[in-house]
């Protein structure tokens, strides 16, 4: 096989904010060797380059002067069976929900609470993508990645990863890794996670009382579908800021004066708030300006009502920013790349 390079295509299709933005050159790599083309491409003709997944994780603030590589490498296997535990791998362009869904199909839990987010296998290590109370970090057996510079290729261990809340090392050091596939170890008899309150009222207008892992999964998807924009139909980033850490004392004045205040013990004296619920506080939840806008259903969200540009959606985000911090003293933390 042999890459084909595109110049100065639309990347519009490519991200889920359907943001208008052009890449000086465009990619799909299908196979190791292709992604090796692409590097050696770029190197001859000094162009920088950036892979992308599905684009649900990133805000096109203006067209990209570099090769813009999609990561298309698809297949995936089960690795290991000890009839209790299965280590299975995907390639990186595999799309992360029909990947949890042949999981859960194969018997395997472990997925479940984090059915239907957009997006690719490769990049899911990128942010530790979490939802539900379950993050990958949970359930990864490593991963292979190629290091750009040296063209090296090299076995991620869970600790290698360093994952936190919404970060990695590949986050922390981006451009340096391109992640071609992932391990999971999964389970055919994996404990749930039902600590979130509207999983577990879900599971009961199911009428699930001994739930399975694919119960889970269903009432996971029911969730999201009533709650969150749809990327086809209103261009959206899923989240797009982290939801805070706060000292506990700082969490404790604020409630005094919000007594309805979202907040979860986070560990070392600290408290997790619930963005979505400060901005929404702030009055926030449906706003637009022009094209950019939060998402009426779930502050947290910003949306595309159709020819928003990048550089609008990020002035909405930094004038959010500026109230919160100037109302409850928080800083928000933007969670999409921006380019
Ligand atoms: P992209 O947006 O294409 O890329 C994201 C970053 O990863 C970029 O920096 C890119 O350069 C890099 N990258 C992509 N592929 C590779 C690779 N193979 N190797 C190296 N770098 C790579 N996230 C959550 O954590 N939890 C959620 O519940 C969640 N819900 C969402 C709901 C909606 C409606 C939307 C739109 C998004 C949501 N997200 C959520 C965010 C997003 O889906 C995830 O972060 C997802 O993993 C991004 O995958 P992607 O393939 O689209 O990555
Ligand atoms: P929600 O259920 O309305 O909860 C609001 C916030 O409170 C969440 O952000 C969550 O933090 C936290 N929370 C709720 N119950 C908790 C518990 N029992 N223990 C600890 N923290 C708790 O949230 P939502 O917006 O509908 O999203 C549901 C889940 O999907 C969340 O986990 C969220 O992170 C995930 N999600 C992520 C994205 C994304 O783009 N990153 C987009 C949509 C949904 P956490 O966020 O830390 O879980």
Redesign the pocket.
């Known amino acids: 096989m042999s890459l084909t390079i595109t110049a100065n295509p639309s990347l519009q299709s490519y991200?889920?904010f359907g943001v208008a933005a052009r890449a000086a050159h465009f990619a799909e790599a299908r196979d190791e060797a292709e992604v090796r083309e692409a590097l050696a491409l770029a190197a001859r003709n000094g162009w920088a380059l950036?892979?992308?997944?599905?684009?649900?994780?990133?805000l096109l603030t203006g067209d990209q002067d570099a090769l813009v590589l999609r990561?298309a490498l698809m297949g995936k296997r089960v690795l290991s069976d000890d009839g209790e535990t299965v280590v299975v791998e995907a390639e990186?362009g595999e799309p992360?929900h029909p990947f949890v869904l042949w999981t859960l199909e194969q018997g395997l839990g472990g997925l479940e609470n984090?059915s239907l987010?957009?997006?690719?296998v490769?990049?899911?290590p990128?942010?530790?993508?979490?939802?539900y109370g379950v993050e990958i970090k949970d359930v990864f057996a490593g991963l292979t990645?190629l290091e750009r510079q040296s063209g090296e290729l090299r076995d991620f261990s869970l600790a290698d990863c360093a994952f936190g809340y919404?970060d990695s090392l590949?986050?922390r050091q981006?451009g340096r890794?391109?992640?071609?596939r992932v391990r999971f170890r999964l389970s055919r008899h994996a404990e749930l996670r039902l600590d979130y309150g509207p999983l577990r009222q879900q599971l009961a207008a199911q009428g699930c009382e001994a739930p399975t892992a694919r119960d889970v999964s269903r009432a996971v998807c029911a969730i999201?579908s009533e709650k969150?924009?749809?990327?086809a139909v209103l261009g959206?980033?899923?989240?797009f800021f982290k939801n805070p850490l706060v000292p506990a004392d700082h969490a404790a004045r604020l409630r005094v004066q919000y007594p309805g205040l979202v907040a979860y013990p986070a560990g070392e004296g600290r408290v997790k708030l619930a963005a979505g619920w400060l901005i929404e506080q702030a009055g926030w939840k449906g706003y637009r300006d022009g094209d950019a806008g939060v998402h009426d259903k779930q502050a947290l969200?910003l949306v595309n009502h159709g020819r928003a540009t990048g550089a609008e959606l990020l002035a909405l985000a930094r004038r959010i920013q500026a109230d919160i911090a100037a109302r409850f003293g928080v800083e928000l933390e933007i969670?999409?790349?921006v380019w």
């Open positions: 991200n889920s950036r892979p992308i997944g599905g684009g649900s994780n990133l990561m990186a992360w984090l987010i957009p997006g690719t490769g990049a899911a990128m942010q530790n993508i979490g939802a990645a919404r590949f986050k981006a890794w391109l992640i071609l999201r969150l924009p749809d990327p959206n980033a899923g989240s969200v969670e999409p790349n």
